[in-house]
């Protein structure tokens, strides 16, 4: 189950590759755990 919104903001997150985004994400409790672990090799 994912929401329009969450994708747009996970996209946007990719975008813009800022670490400090990557790193509050996991934080706050990542939506989609390997996908920020993706994001993650991918910096």
């Given at each position: ?16 590759p ?13 939506i ?5 672990e ?6």
């Amino acid at each position: 189950m994912f929401d329009p919104e969450d994708e747009s903001a996970f996209e946007d997150e990719s975008f813009k590759p800022l670490p400090d985004d990557i790193i509050e994400q996991m934080y706050n409790g990542p939506i989609f755990p390997e996908e920020v672990e993706v994001t993650h090799e991918s910096r």
